[in-house]
Nanobody
Framework: QVQLVESGGDLVQTGGSLRLSCAASGFTLADHTIGWFRQAPGKEREGVSCLTTSGLNIYYSDSVKGRFTISGDGAKNTVYLQMNSLKPEDTAVYYC???????????????RGRGTQVTVSS
């Protein structure tokens, strides 16, 4: 069964850190471009970071650049999003998705997870 499952979301204080995981089953993540997205209450979903096939290119949104790091572990078929210096505005449901190209539209990625909640308290 093809599946993407996010984990690692939690409640954390401002300035804290979290590492989100995106684990794949039924296909090989390294053969795909992986995007992390987030959606805060009342806001549109936005792209946060993207890792292209085999890690050739990495992209970050301006809002997380310098604080978040995307990485992959091929042996575990998992992609991570390390989030440091968290701010209350980072509060959102975070999703991962696998596809062919980096873009800001999660619905264009064939494989999508169900999300994990990140809450940053002030």
């Amino acid at each position: 069964q093809v599946q993407l499952v996010e984990s690692g979301g939690d409640l954390v204080q401002t300035g804290g850190s979290l590492r989100l995981s995106c684990a794949a089953s039924g296909f090989t993540l390294a053969d795909h471009t992986i995007g992390w997205f987030r959606q805060a209450p009342g806001k549109e979903r936005e792209g946060v970071s993207c890792l292209t096939t085999s890690g050739l290119n990495i992209y970050y949104s301006d809002s997380v650049k310098g604080r978040f790091t995307i990485s992959g572990d091929g042996a575990k078929n998992t992609v991570y999003l390390q989030m440091n210096s968290l701010k209350p505005e980072d509060t959102a449901v975070y999703y991962c998705a696998a596809g062919r190209l980096c873009n800001g539209y999660m619905n264009t990625y064939p494989y999508r997870g169900r999300g994990t909640q990140v809450t940053v308290s002030s």
